[in-house]
């Protein structure tokens, strides 16, 4: 690449009067971070751009300070192209060969867009990143969505008399929103920022452009100017946030992914004469039942030790010694419940609980529904995530033999937020 230097001028002047925010929206946070800082972050860390300028209003240096700390900045005009005009002068009798020219309101550039537009500057004296556009274009006037109005807004807008009832009529079968000419897309680019062009050519653009004229990019000055300009491929990342709703969509995207952990339990308890007989939180009726320290549900144990396994938190054994007199003939939904509520704790959510019993006796079958509702009912989870199985043993082993009941479940649990991964 030829000499002298490339920098990257953030155009970052907006006064916010549209977005109808207290705070401009370059300086609006995502993620955490103010929206102009994004890109200020990304563009000073390309190893293709020397030095990073961010253009701001009059009298926002300390927002553009809170934002990013002390950076350097020049301050902008009324209007983009003012700004735009200011930075470049501001620029002007230094080394300065290379500039790209970015819009603040596109806060995530990817690298390799910046690499494509620079490497390009050799053809030409300017190049920009282009989308194709893919939807169906056309001519015509949306009709704006009905505003938002309550019921009692709205029965007094059927009323005969209402002096509100013409506007109806207006919004729900006025002209607008007809159809027009579909026109064709071949061809047609959506065109994104940065924008990048040799430094004289872009300045003296500039300088020719009508004052009384404005531009909504710089590309289209620097045609003016006789230049070319070169269309490289775009990223959907650059897309302009100009809606609430794009703020929403920019701070999801920055949100970590949730993460979903899943771990096992297993559980054994002695069949025995003269016991009752639960499982899955529901009583069976049943010549024999559990037996153990506590009422002995083997269904609800192996959850409660999938759940604990979750956030790596021992066993049931641990939560619950079987020494402790507190929990003789103790009802296992509380084991289950403190369980959750340890992975709820950590900052998680059950999300989904299959549960298999091994026995020869009981029947299960008639009992699945019954144990899967209060299974839900107490991790708070629909039926529909309660999946229970049973299956014998072929008669092998204790199982088989009618000595015990085992059962094995395994949990997966949805967390969110986790910073210490
Ligand atoms: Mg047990």
Not at 93 to 105: M, P, T, W
Not at 334 to 345: I, M, R
Not at 354 to 375: F, N, S, V, W, Y
Not at 398 to 417: P, Y
């Amino acid at each position: 690449m030829e000499q002298g230097t490339t920098v990257a001028l953030i155009v970052a002047a907006g006064r916010g009067e549209r977005s109808g925010q207290a705070l401009p929206k370059q300086f609006a946070r995502i993620g955490g971070t103010a929206m102009v800082a994004h890109s200020h972050r990304a563009l000073a860390a390309h190893p293709g751009i020397d030095r990073v300028v961010v253009v701001i209003g009059s009298g926002q240096q300390d927002l553009l300070r809170a934002a990013i700390g002390d950076v350097e900045w020049v301050e902008g005009g009324v209007t983009r192209r003012e700004s735009v005009a200011r930075g470049l002068a501001y620029l002007g009798g230094s080394d300065v060969a290379r500039v790209l020219i970015h819009d603040a309101a596109r806060p995530f550039v990817p690298g390799t867009v910046v690499g494509r537009l620079l490497a390009a500057l050799d053809k030409a004296a300017g190049a920009v990143p282009a989308l194709p556009v893919s939807d169906t274009l056309a001519r015509g006037t949306v009709t704006p969505p009905t505003p938002f109005v309550s019921s009692e807004v709205e029965k007094r807008l059927q009323a005969p008399s209402s002096r509100f009832s013409t506007s109806l009529e207006t919004n729900g079968s006025g002209s607008s929103g007809i159809l027009g000419e579909v026109v064709s897309r071949d061809n047609l680019h959506r065109i994104q920022t940065p924008q990048v062009f040799r430094f004289d050519a872009i300045l003296n653009a500039h300088r020719a452009w009508p004052a009384d004229s404005e531009a909504t990019d710089d590309a289209q000055i620097a045609r003016a100017s006789g230049h070319d300009v070169i269309l490289v491929q775009g990223d959907n990342m650059l897309e302009k946030l100009t809606y609430p709703s794009d703020f929403a969509e920019a701070e999801a995207r920055m949100t970590p992914a949730p993460e979903y952990r899943t771990a096992s339990g297993y559980d054994v308890h002695r069949l025995a004469a003269g016991e009752e007989l639960w499982l899955g939180g529901v009583h069976i009726p049943h010549d024999k039942g559990l037996s153990g320290h506590s009422d002995a549900d083997v269904a609800l144990h192996a959850i409660t030790d999938a759940l604990l396994g979750t956030i790596a938190a021992g066993d049931i054994g641990l939560h619950f010694p079987p020494s402790d007199p507190k929990w003789k003939g103790a009802d296992s939904a509380q084991f289950l419940q403190h369980a959750a509520s340890l992975v709820e704790a950590e900052g998680g959510r059950v999300t989904f609980v299959d549960l298999t019993i091994i026995c020869e006796a009981p029947k299960i079958g008639p009992h699945r529904d019954a144990m899967r509702a209060r299974i839900g009912d107490l991790l708070r989870l629909p039926v529909a995530r309660v999946s229970i199985k049973a299956t014998t043993t072929e008669r092998l082993g204790f199982t088989g033999r009618g000595e015990g009941i085992a059962a094995q479940a395994v949990a997966t649990v949805r967390f969110s937020g986790v910073s210490s991964i």
